[in-house]
């Protein structure tokens, strides 16, 4: 086997069972497969220097072609309602013919660490067929030292071959594209894709199988730490702001996606940002804007401009969810170890388009609970087709898709977690005041920003707080800084009879969403439970 580049392991492939390959690159730098990907993968060069590639039929995570091997350590752990199981042997048949595909084929690989946290760091092997998908993860994932790298011994093994192309019946899965995870044996294997997501989320997923079993909480959020190692903790789904609001030039970013909490604080799973390109802007978010306009960045579905080579972020003809790729080090004020200390607060983000939730409340551990376990957020009409009124979305963990355990799981460890280092929990409603979607009108910024700065400094511990007769939780009644008339949603409602229908009909959803996990909670979860019949006392 011909191989080149740096730091060669002396653990190499042929140890994951792949022969007769052509070749197989090692770590190579972002020049290098810059050219390979240019001249042999259709990538184009940009303007500024990042590298634009299209992924073709698949735009997007295929998350109906995920599947998990159902064996004896896996048959009780996996949250199964989540997951869509495969046979032990239907894995090995599709490992071997897999195997049998790369032959002849030169092949890229990376060694690199998922997890900035030195006790808990997975030593990860990412072998890809296309140069650029090396270039992604090296962007994503945590680069080792060169003496790191020399003695590489991978614990974990990604393969993504896009030109395999699966076989459902020989296979055990649903199409030709397939994404499978061997949680025991520590492979996931991708075929018939091109989309860079599958592999950067297939970490995660292994992440959130593995760690809970160690007691650290894996967590789909961003942080950012202040200048006294006080470290705060986002959550929120697409759309509620969880990006812009961590991103604070007074505090330090930590990350923007997947995290890890452990007995020796937070720390970033990755090494880098896979942020949304569509509508991007120098003025809303110079910060993206600006690192992704560096050689090294790698950007997804972004159409240029066939002259000037001008990337033109408007333009959604391939698809809305245009990406780019690059390292955490492109954006200033960003963390360089990944890691910072125990959180003081944890902020739950959700953009309500019913117009219901006030701008902040305080949550208690079981609350918190509760609010984390439901992952509320809400569509607006006119989003998607057929959605014309708001639209309820639960999505538990704030971040289902890649929840590897059961959702009771990963809220009992943080309400730990929460008791232990004595967090402070808020729910930051930045969605809409003064009516719902469509009659109200989004929460202005600048009030956010100082609702939760005044939650960071610890100055909403001085202020007064109202028992919200719907949701049981302490809301602010004045904050230095911020217009009062916001902090009350009814009040701002012209028709307070329509607030309470509205409250009510979000209550029921809540508590119809939470069915599901009240045989795995303690009573006291379940009584977090917004209610209507208190309302009405």
Known sequence: MKQTGLNISKNGIDK????????????????????????????????????VVRTGEHTGRSAQDKFVVKDEKTEKAVWWDNSKPITQEQFDVLFKDMLKHAEGKELFVQDLFGGADLDY?????????????????????????????????????????PSFRADPARHGCRT???????????????????????????????????????????????INVGEHNDSAIFFGLSGTGKTTLSADPKRVLVGDD???WSENGVFNF??????????????????IYSAIQRFGAVLENVVLDPQTREPDFTDNSLTENTRGAYPLSFIPNASETGRAGHPKNIIMLTADAFGVLPPIAKLTPSQAMYHFLSGYTAKVAGTEKGVTEPEATFSTCFGAPF???????YGNLLRKLIAEHNVDCWLVNTGWTGGAYGVGQRMPIRETRALLSAALDGSLAGVDFRF???????????????????????????????????????VGMFIENFRKFEDHVDPDVRDAAPAPARAAQ
């Open 16 to 51: 994951q069972g792949f022969t007769n390959v052509a070749a197989a690159h090692w770590n190579y730098r972002p020049a290098k497969l810059f050219e390979e990907a240019i001249r042999n993968e259709g990538a184009e060069m940009s303007a500024s220097g990042a590298l």
């Open 121 to 161: 760091r997975l030593p990860t092997r990412v072998v890809t067929e296309l140069a650029w998908h090396s270039a992604f993860i090296q962007n994503l994932l945590i680069e080792p030292t060169p003496e790191e790298l020399r003695d590489f011994d991978p614990k974990f093994l990604i393969v993504n071959l």
């Open 270 to 287: 990755e090494g880098g940002c896979y942020a949304k390109m569509i509508n991007l802007s120098s003025e809303a978010e110079p910060e």
């Open 468 to 506: 919200d007769p719907f949701f049981g939780f302490q809301v602010p009644t004045s904050v230095p800084g911020v217009d009062t008339s916001i902090l009350n949603p009814r009040e701002t409602w012209a028709d307070k009879e329509g607030y309470d229908k509205q409250a009510a009909k979000l």
């Open 258 to 260: 997947e995290h890890g």
């Open 176 to 222: 030709e594209t397939v994404i499978a995870c061997n949680f025991t044996q520590r492979i996931v294997l991708i075929g018939g894709t091109s989309y860079a997501g599958e592999t950067k989320k297939s970490v995660f997923s292994m992440l959130n199988y593995e760690l809970p079993e160690k007691n650290v909480m894996p967590m789909h959020c961003s």
């Open 403 to 409: 929840m590897s355990r059961h959702p009771s799981e």
